[in-house]
């Protein structure tokens, strides 16, 4: 029989973890369907209850409920419980089993398709909400020194302190100073609403790469990096794929391809 998954959101009609999510299944010969759900803002838990009762093996998560699926879930892995939220569940044996791989996807998407190392590098990490959350212990574990700012500085030193390391520090845009990074990941929502961020000029490193998780336009944030030295700008496109591969993995013990996947979605 065929293997059932979805992906819970609200909105969710935009999501492109359907097609990717087929394609790896084409790719990899996987008999699996998968399609996007819209629970109601108060029907997570009976969604998931639903999707359990009718055989599904599993769900992605997206806004707003992933730290509703944080919460649901029965067993947590270490970067589930480093993030304090959950955008992979897998239903085996009355279990509910929850991951967060959208921080290696991030990393993935750096070493493997931009070609970038992180061991020792100086990395900006650009606000300390649920999307930065998820990649602080990815970064780490792949050798970054990382800086976390935010508008409210008391949430990146909160942030910053979860974590029992001498390699993450946090604070606000004023602690940047003079400072130069290799790596600055913009982890804030700023992209949607067209808003700049108070980035210092000077912020970019020789060779520096900027990131923004956001896909799919071009946002001020990336605007500002080119005028500003870095020498490669990159969107979230390839995050959004390396970390939907990250859960096929999980779920079908199979890694798909995905340089191939990017290009045709850039395409």
């Known amino acids: 029989m065929t293997d059932r998954y979805a992906v819970i959101g609200n909105p969710i009609s935009h999501s492109k973890s359907p097609l990717i999510h087929r394609m790896f299944a084409v790719q990899t010969g996987q008999d699996i369907s998968y399609e996007a759900i819209e629970a109601p803002l108060d029907g997570f838990r009976d969604t998931l209850v639903r999707l359990r009762q009718e055989g599904y093996k599993g769900c992605n998560v997206t806004v707003p409920f992933k730290f509703e699926a944080f919460n649901a879930a029965t067993d947590l892995t270490d970067r589930a419980l480093a993030a304090e939220a959950v955008n992979t569940l897998s239903f085996n044996d009355g279990l509910t089993g929850g991951d967060n791989t959208d921080g290696a996807g991030l990393v993935r998407d750096i070493r493997h398709n931009l070609d970038m190392a992180l061991e020792n590098k100086r990395v900006l990490l650009v606000g300390a909400g649920g999307a930065a959350s998820g990649v602080v212990l990815p970064l780490l574990e792949a050798g970054a020194q990382l800086f976390i700012v935010n508008r409210t500085p008391a949430k990146a030193c909160e942030l910053a ?81 390396e970390q939907a591969a990250e859960a096929f993995n999980i779920w079908r013990g199979v890694r798909p391809d995905t340089a191939e996947l990017i290009a045709t979605l850039r395409n």
Do not use: C, H, K, W
Request: aromatic share 10%; hydrophobic share 50%.
């Open 161 to 241: 302190a979860r974590f029992a390391s001498s390699a993450v520090q946090g604070g606000g845009y004023e602690a940047i100073g003079d400072a130069q990074f290799d790596v600055v990941i913009n982890a804030t929502s700023a992209g949607l609403s067209g808003s700049a961020i108070p980035l210092p000029e000077t912020l970019f490193a020789a060779g520096a790469l900027a990131y923004d998780m956001m896909y799919g336009r071009d946002t001020p944030f990336m605007a500002f990096a080119r005028d500003n030295g870095a020498a490669l700008v990159a969107d979230g496109l390839g995050m959004l794929v």
